[in-house]
């Protein structure tokens, strides 16, 4: 089972009906693979080319035996890390904090939140 936080769109958004989106806690494979890139694909942007520009700053300025393991490093912290930039980037987007669940996978965890949270009524089944 996963933690997944929930972050409500921003009041002035234009469609009543937008969900929230789950943010996993647990460690990106695609950031640790891929680092800045990764979190560019994943929505951060502003923290992914923040980290591009350390990274090549890093291998401009280092010799190649530093930067290697500094820039695995970088990648291994950025992973870690990848949920709390996530949230940190939507929030700058004026999406609001709210309680999280834990579940196996995002839209069982959209669920769980909204069968406790009863401000969101669930759409009816026809």
């Given at each position: 089972?996963?933690?997944?936080?929930?972050?409500?769109?921003?009041?002035?958004?234009?469609?009543?009906?937008?969900?929230?989106?789950?943010?996993?806690?647990?460690?990106?494979?695609?950031?640790?693979?891929?680092g800045?890139?990764?979190?560019?694909?994943?929505?951060?942007?502003?923290?992914?080319?923040?980290?591009?520009?350390?990274?090549?700053?890093?291998?401009?300025?280092?010799?190649?035996?530093?930067?290697?393991?500094?820039?695995?490093?970088?990648?291994?912290?950025?992973?870690?890390?990848?949920?709390?930039?996530?949230?940190?980037?939507?929030r700058?987007?004026?999406?609001?904090?709210?309680?999280?669940?834990?579940?196996?996978?995002?839209?069982?965890?959209?669920?769980?939140?909204?069968?406790?949270?009863?401000?969101?009524?669930?759409?009816?089944?026809?």
């Amino acid at each position: 089972m996963t933690f997944y936080s929930a972050l409500l769109p921003p009041a002035r958004a234009l469609d009543p009906a937008q969900r929230p989106v789950m943010v996993a806690w647990r460690m990106s494979w695609l950031v640790l693979l891929s680092g800045w890139v990764g979190l560019v694909l994943r929505g951060c942007w502003i923290s992914g080319l923040l980290a591009g520009g350390a990274s090549i700053l890093t291998r401009q300025l280092l010799p190649l035996p530093v930067a290697v393991p500094l820039l695995g490093g970088m990648h291994l912290l950025l992973a870690l890390n990848a949920p709390d930039l996530r949230q940190w980037e939507l929030r700058l987007r004026g999406y609001r904090a709210a309680r999280g669940v834990y579940a196996t996978n995002p839209k069982a965890a959209l669920l769980r939140w909204m069968d406790h949270d009863r401000s969101h009524p669930l759409s009816p089944v026809s």
